[in-house]
């Protein structure tokens, strides 16, 4: 098993919602992704929410913390292959303009707080996110 760590983040706009983004059209997650040689955990946050949203214009307002899973599997479970530590922050925006660049991540949204567990296809996903959810 390979061992990797991810960074990204909750980001929420001015009407509350948080930002949201379709991995490969088929699960959705919050906007993150590996870091690449020599990044911290902040620097990659930043770059893969600007990838895989077009959002720019971040406040950084706390670090979240982070959480271990496996990744998703092509059929939707669990992908034993790789374990995951993913670091995760709190950011507010002012931009409502959503425009991906990344092929893999083709579509971002903002979604309601209490609806974002629900929609997050990883159930460690789901449980980090409730877990914060009173904190943002």
Known sequence: MIKTESAGGVVVNGEGRVLVVSQHGTSWSLPKGHLEEGETPLEAALREIREET??????????????????????????????????????RTDATELAPRDADNPEARWVERGDVAGLLTHAKDREFFASILDTI
């Open 54 to 91: 077009g959002v720019t214009r971040l406040e950084l307002v706390r670090p979240l913390g982070s959480y271990s899973r496996h990744r998703i599997g092509a059929d939707g479970g669990e992908d034993l292959s790789e374990l995951k530590t993913i670091h995760l922050f709190l950011f």
